[in-house]
């Protein structure tokens, strides 16, 4: 079983940063796209940024700029550093893994931004 862990959220104000890291119990080298997408209560949850496994990355035009999503493929790990934050992006953020066309979420960490 697959099982993706958050952690790196919490409070923080607005123009501040957070990194936000994704663990996962397989290894995540090889036909592995990784990404993070966010929700708030009554939106669809929405892609903020992914990473193919040859390291091609894309963006919510929302965070260009300000956020960058990277992978150690050693500790199977991917992160999403947060800069520059807005009152905007409070959201639960869920890491997302897609292999094979199968796809699989974490729990979720929360990320609030007072303004």
């Known amino acids: 079983q697959v099982q993706l862990v958050e952690s790196g959220g919490g409070l923080v104000q607005a123009g501040g940063s957070l990194r936000l890291s994704c663990a996962c119990s397989r290894s995540i080298s090889s036909s592995n796209t990784m990404g993070w997408y966010r929700q708030v209560p009554g939106k669809q949850r929405e892609l903020v940024a992914a990473i193919a496994t040859g390291g091609s990355t894309n963006y919510a035009d929302s965070v260009k700029g300000r956020f960058t999503i990277s992978r150690d493929n050693a500790k199977n790990t991917v992160y999403l550093q947060m800069n520059s934050l807005k009152p905007e992006d409070t959201a639960v953020y869920y890491c997302?893994?897609?292999?094979?066309?199968?796809?699989?979420w974490g729990q979720g960490t929360q990320v609030t931004v007072s303004s």
């Open positions: 997302h893994r897609n292999r094979w066309g199968v796809d699989y």
